[in-house]
């Protein structure tokens, strides 16, 4: 050996590429390829990164007391039972590190989110991915793969890259069927979208016992991908485990100050769910009108199946040529289908204009 060497786990994964938001030949080009909210950040919250700016030179809260209070006041949670990161990346990435390992196994859906596959196997976890019935999580697939190595369970609930859900009966089987255990973690980047009656982010899970997790985010509805802020509500211990694991200061004065205050914005949960279930709606009608088959979806995205891989990269040429990016989906094993965010109405309204096109030559 006459170099340093890395661990082998390194090298067992592919790098992780989000939206591409650049595109040839447009200098502002239509970004619906990262599932960021429609409206941007909060005026409050730009305000107060303003504001914050005057502190810049003093070391952040490493708790984030004042951040963590406001999350409680808002959803109702106790702030002692919150942990907050840099993203919900962040702690799922704790969680796995502290709780999986060399000869542990970790089970997620087969077109789950793929930072768990990351993490997972950065960790030295073996990686499980439990078919999926219609796109869908399939708890009686993820029963059927656990084992004695068997630590953790990630489903994101509505799942990134298909919208799909479970309801929270499905959720709670999923739960009783687990070893006590094993930790059943929720991501719920999605939660504030959904619309469906049947739908509990993961509180209820939570208060029920001491082994699952429920994770959230600031990057999607409140507008802030960009501030990477996240948090997690868990049992006593798992904040514990959380809270010796966290770097010192995981979340920078700016960003802890954007948070409290887009919590306090009026009305813009309310406008942002309200706009996001209308103009979903309206784009699925519309291209399943043009012929395309769409998802059923409970997040701010849809995804498009065109049937072959072919279908799927001429439609995304056809939406670049126009200056609008969406996401291909091959790394998560759908090549066949486009995952469009969903943007202003004008915006979607462009989308639906072009595949119109695409679709009928």
Partial sequence: MNKPAARAEIFSVPLYIGGESKLAGFEKPT????????????????????????SMHRYPDGGALKLRQAIGAKFGLDPERIVCGNGSD????????S??????????????????????KLAGCTVLKAPEKDLTTDVDAILALVSPATRMVFIANPNNPTGTMLGQGEMERLRSGLPAHVLLVLDAA?????????????????DAGENTVMTRTFSKIFGMGGARLGWGYAPPAVVDVLNRV????????????????????????????????????????????SGL?????????????????ERAGAADAHLRRHGIIVRQVKSYGLPHCLRITIGTSEE?????ELLAEFCHG
């Fill in 31 to 54: 970004k619906l390829s990262s599932n960021e909210g429609a409206f941007g950040p909060p005026p409050g919250a730009l305000k107060a990164i303003s504001e914050a700016a005057a």
């Fill in 90 to 97: 962040e702690i799922l990435t704790l969680l796995i590190q």
């Fill in 99 to 120: 709780y999986g390992g060399p000869g542990t196994e970790l089970i997620m859906s087969e077109h789950g989110f793929s930072i768990y596959e990351i993490s997972g």
């Fill in 190 to 206: 999605y939660s504030e979208y959904v619309e469906r009656a049947d739908y509990d982010a993961g509180v209820k899970l939570v």
């Fill in 246 to 289: 966290r770097p010192p200061f995981p979340i920078n004065n700016f960003a802890a100050a954007a948070g409290i205050a887009a919590l306090e914005e009026p009305g813009w949960l309310e406008m942002s769910r309200a706009h996001n279930g209308a103009e979903r709606r309206r784009l699925a009608e519309r291209l399943a009108q």
């Fill in 293 to 309: 088959k769409v998802i059923p979806s409970e997040a701010n995205f849809i995804l498009v199946d065109f049937v072959t891989t």
């Fill in 348 to 352: 979607c309204s462009r989308v639906a």
